[in-house]
């Protein structure tokens, strides 16, 4: 999502040269809701006219046995990695000594237990239906019991280089009652379009407006007219475009990755770097590292999304039929997403808060599924000009907002910088600890502020 971050760099530095009164009072005026279709057809061509099968059907997420074997294979040819420079960590990309271990434990150990992952995987339940030619897969975990508790749906949604696998933890959290909480979810968590096993569009054009109408009339199939939502990464992002362009079904929005993309918010964001004063609270300071932080992180840490916006294929093809490689790509990023400092480490802290099971049944879902490509195009359906002409980012969220702050996530927006995105911020909290995936780096902790935002924001 890098491109979101350079257009507010520059767009923001400009417009401090530039805004007058006038046009500042014009960036304040809220967006006009886009004549969105809302049933627009993403499937492949077709001869037949298109009807829309509405079944809900479980889904079977096992692995044929020959595409194991074939793995195993792969995974089994020499490596022709070069040695790592002397005394370099993660800083220059995957280490190939760390990368040698991984490959030797996923085919060695993980792939020797895989039918135990693979039941692992299967301990929710997985469903499948169409929504406008795609076909959509979910995890739909309900309450494990009702009594004394409200019930609220939950859309449930991941990012990229993530998956469903993320919410292993979180989701019996959320489902299990508990004297913490008056409530219970009932959570829709779905893979995303494009992703893992749910199908990717044969159109251009599908970037994170249309993927949220997707999204909301998956819940409207599921039976649920008025949900919350909760994301990180592209789930936040698709999760605030659905609470923009569908304020009657979303009844609260909570996000670990909150940001406001208008241009307001863009000069704002500029404004508090160079005046922290104005914006952030003295006793979050440290959480908020101004425009020579973010301008470092874009040029050390974004190239991915410089591709993955300009030529998702070219990478995609690349790591089709290269496990190893298609294993570096990802992790990398749950190495220095989790922390920047684990740069520093040989092993890039891989396993200071995950295991290598965990990792790689995030790596296995995308190479059993085919799906790396059709993930990477979602960042260049989404940062081009005819989603940026929609102006979504300009639609306020009306429904209650919770926004939390793990302390090594990537890049912060203080509470002054979303007040025009997000005027019903009822809950906003700030973590010492974890990075950019806290529903798989620390569940409770992640579960603890979601309950509290559904407290403040007293759901009936």
Request: with cysteine; charged share 20%; hydrophobic share 40%.
């Amino acid at each position: 999502m890098a491109n979101v971050w350079v257009r507010i760099l520059i767009g923001g530095l400009a417009m401090l040269a530039a805004v007058g009164y006038k046009n500042y009072k014009d960036l304040s005026l809220p967006g006009k809701r886009p004549d969105l279709d809302n049933n627009a057809y993403w499937g492949p061509k077709s001869k037949e006219p298109y009807k829309e099968n509405k079944a809900v059907l479980p889904y079977d997420i096992s692995v044929k046995p020959e595409v194991i074997e074939d793995l195993k294979a792969q995974l089994s040819r020499p490596s022709k990695a070069q040695a790592p420079l002397e005394g370099v960590g993660f800083q220059y990309g995957f280490n190939s000594q760390e990368l040698a271990k991984v490959v030797k434990y996923w085919r060695d150990t993980y792939l020797a237990k895989w039918s135990e992952r693979e039941q692992f995987l299967k301990q929710l339940n997985h469903y499948q239906t169409e929504i406008q030619g795609l076909k959509i897969h979910f995890i739909h975990a309900k309450p494990k019991s009702v009594k004394g508790k409200k019930v609220l749906p939950l859309l449930l949604m991941h990012g990229w280089p993530g998956t469903v696998r993320e919410f292993y933890d979180f989701i019996p959290l959320l489902t299990t009652p508990n004297d913490k909480s008056d409530y219970v979810f009932e959570v829709i968590a779905p893979s995303l379009p494009g992703y893992g096993w749910s199908q990717g569009s044969s159109k251009t054009g599908f970037g994170v407006a249309q993927v949220a109408v997707v999204m909301r009339n998956l819940m409207v199939r599921l039976g649920f007219q008025k949900f919350l939502v909760q994301g990180g990464d592209w789930g936040s992002l698709i999760g605030s475009n659905l609470a923009g362009l569908f304020p009657e079904n979303v009844l609260g929005y909570h996000s670990n990755m909150c940001g406001n993309n208008s241009p307001m918010g863009s000069l704002k964001l500029v404004l508090s770097s160079f005046f922290p004063s104005w914006f952030i609270d003295s006793q979050y300071v440290d959480y908020y590292k101004g425009l020579g932080h973010l301008w470092a992180t874009i040029t050390e840490e974004m190239g991915y999304a410089h591709i993955q916006a300009s030529k998702p294929d070219t990478i995609g093809n690349a790591l089709i039929d290269n496990p190893a490689g298609l294993a570096a790509y990802i992790l990398e990023k749950f190495s220095t997403w989790t922390n920047l400092k684990f740069r520093d480490l040989p092993d890039g802290g891989l396993t200071k808060r995950f295991t290598y099971d965990q990792l790689l049944d995030n790596v296995m879902i995308y190479y059993v599924t085919n799906s790396i490509t059709t993930s990477m195009r979602l960042y260049s359906e989404s940062m081009n000009k005819a989603q940026l002409a929609l102006e979504v980012d300009r639609l306020p969220i009306l429904a209650k907002t919770g926004c939390t702050r793990f302390a090594h996530e990537i890049i912060h927006a203080p509470d002054a910088v979303l007040a025009n995105k997000f005027p019903n911020l009822v809950h906003s909290t700030h973590h010492p600890d974890g990075g950019h995936f806290p529903a798989f780096e620390l569940p409770q902790q992640m579960y603890e502020d979601f309950i509290a935002f559904v407290k403040k924001a007293n759901f009936s």
